[in-house]
């Protein structure tokens, strides 16, 4: 079973993604259509609904798949905004003076501090509904801080290997060092904790708009397709079941992965380069 998770994982990532991708092709109908709001309502799975539908006559597995297109978008857009803007930071941090670099930790720091929350409500008090590319960048901009102090660690352990101080010695310039030096050293544990935290904006997204301060109606997301399951989670569960299950499976999914890269980055540390 732990031989065989890394694999399992990775397939159900992969179909997951492609399914987002392809959503407007496999999905049977529009993700707000409402087929017949008074004799579909609420109707459980059957052949021609495989999912059933919800309290407004729409098919769950169409909201499903569009769900998943608007939700792995966020995450993915977010994530790599945390990534690129934390790596640069947090590199540009370790291998600037120490006085410098220790101000711009402090920065990391204090913004690390400052509640998500506090952060979204301001936005949707300021702007009102965010759309999906805004919801993006307002969660990779509260995302980069801890990729960059990730970041700031790494480059100063690698800095401190006597193959980079030999580089140094051997006259190589500082750009050329970074790169060949001490990038690759980046590359594995930099994108284990991405796929990390793809799972955690993933959650935090469908939270989001789970709240109303995400994605909203009659735009499809995970999350707010649990608030609109709520009213009737007795008389009808698949509703809600539903995006729950897509959300779990792909923050799951997507957690075992990031485990798996990360004793791969462990098991896979190279030795000294070549100058």
């Not at 496999?26 to 087929?35: C, E, N």
């Not at 008074?38 to 459980?44: D, P, Q, S, T």
């Not at 945390?82 to 947090?90: I, K, Y």
């Not at 004793?263 to 070549?274: A, H, L, S, Y």
Request: some cysteine; glycine content about 8%; aromatic content about 8%.
């Amino acid at each position: 079973m732990r031989n065989n998770m890394p694999r399992f994982s990775t397939i159900v990532f992969g179909a997951i993604v492609l399914l987002a991708i392809l959503a407007p092709l496999v999905a049977p109908f529009g993700p707000a259509q409402q087929l017949d709001i008074v004799a579909l309502k609420n109707r459980a799975p059957s052949v021609t609904h495989l999912l059933g539908t919800d309290a407004y006559s729409r098919d769950l597995l169409s909201r499903a798949l569009f769900g998943a297109r608007t939700s792995l978008f966020v995450a993915f857009a977010a994530t790599t905004i945390a990534t690129v803007v934390g790596t640069l930071w947090g590199g540009l941090a370790a291998t600037a003076a120490n006085r410098l670099g220790d101000g711009m930790m402090l920065i990391v720091d204090v913004l690390r501090s400052v509640p998500r929350m506090l952060l979204f409500l301001v936005a949707v008090a300021l702007a009102g509904a965010l759309s999906p590319v805004w919801l993006a960048a307002l969660l990779g901009i509260s995302a980069w801080p801890a990729i960059s102090r990730m970041a700031f660690v790494l480059v100063r352990d690698v800095q401190s290997r006597s193959f980079v101080e030999a580089a140094h010695a051997a006259g190589s310039a500082p750009g050329r060092v970074f790169l060949r030096h001490i990038a690759p050293h980046l590359t594995g544990p930099l994108t284990a904790a991405g796929t990390l935290l793809l799972a955690d904006i993933l959650a935090l997204e469908s939270g989001l708009s789970f709240l109303g301060l995400g994605i909203k109606p009659p735009g499809a997301s995970w999350g707010n397709m649990v608030q609109d399951a709520l009213p009737y989670l007795g008389s009808a569960w698949w509703t809600a079941a539903v995006p729950c299950a897509c959300l779990l499976v792909t923050v799951f999914s997507a957690s075992a992965l990031a485990d798996q890269l990360q004793k791969m980055t462990r098991r896979d540390e190279t030795p000294v380069p070549g100058l």
